[in-house]
């Protein structure tokens, strides 16, 4: 399997995941309650699985692959990657506010909620754009200047990091995460 293919089987979780936290925030805005529990599973899938285990390997494998062809993408490419790493710090920081809201929610704070209505608006908002970008601009300008070996050395190097962070087991967590996250948020 070719590296982009994984990353785009990749967005597929986050994406369901981006569909979940619209409900979320559709449910804040009607005032209605969410459990402790199901805003801790979606604040762990966005800190571990979207940042640790699918960003890392965009910027500690795939954009440093890409540096060997920096000349053959263009400035709008690589301001593109600055934008998108930027954005992968973002996403880390709401998912972080969440948490900080999350736990004044749970203290009984009045405007926790609008904290964590705040956040996940954001997230939502910024994830949406930053998947079209990467998807429709950044991949495929990626994928035309990569050579087979190329591809097959990077897609190993993807499953190298994986081990590290706990190979299939890790996934099919993860996964498990939100088929349990789909049921509670109906």
Known sequence: MYPIQILLDEHKLVERVIKLVEKVRSKLKKKKEISAPTFWKLVEFIQSYADVIHHSKEEDILFMHMREHEAELSEKVWDQIGVLIDEHIQGLDLANEMHKAIREYQRGSTSARKRILRAVTNYVDMMKAHFKA????????????????????????????????????AHRRYEKIVLELEKELR
């Open 134 to 169: 990467e998807e429709d601009d950044v991949f495929p300008a990626m994928v035309k200047v990569l050579s087979k070996a190329e591809k097959d050395n990077m897609a190993a190097d993807f499953k190298r990091f994986d081990k590290l962070v706990g190979g299939a087991a």
